[in-house]
């Protein structure tokens, strides 16, 4: 399975954006479909956003406008470009590498083999 590790996340006024990135080693990111979950504390993770290994993006409907999902196999790489950050945004964000895809709506955490340690990302008004 691939190892995946998040960074770019941090503490930031409402209305300012952020890259998350995730970076994969011990194989091709590029053969995965890629997922970014988000959990708030006491809450359930749920996927916000999903790029496929064909490129095809979907995204919660929380999110969409304001986050873009992209990613860059020469890297082997993914991102979230967050924009316009809400106070609800707040939570820790995990990208989750699979090999099966239903559409965003349709995903569970089990569908998701390898996944990150997470990255905080905390938003104030």
């Known amino acids: 399975q691939v190892q995946l590790g998040e960074s770019g996340g941090g503490a930031v006024q409402a209305g300012d954006s952020l890259r998350l990135s995730c970076t994969a080693s011990g194989g091709t990111l590029g053969n995965y479909n890629m997922g970014w979950f988000r959990q708030a504390p006491g809450e359930e993770r749920v996927l916000v956003a999903t790029?496929?290994?064909?490129?095809?993006?979907d995204y919660q409907d929380s999110v969409k406008g304001r986050f873009t999902i992209s990613r860059d196999n020469s890297k082997n790489t993914v991102y979230l470009q967050m924009t316009n950050l809400k106070p609800e945004d707040t939570a820790v964000y995990y990208c989750a590498a699979g090999r099966i895809y239903r559409g965003l709506n349709r995903m569970l955490p089990g569908d998701f083999d390898s996944w990150g340690q997470g990255t905080q990302v905390t938003v104030s008004s």
């Open positions: 790029v496929t290994w064909t490129g095809f993006t």
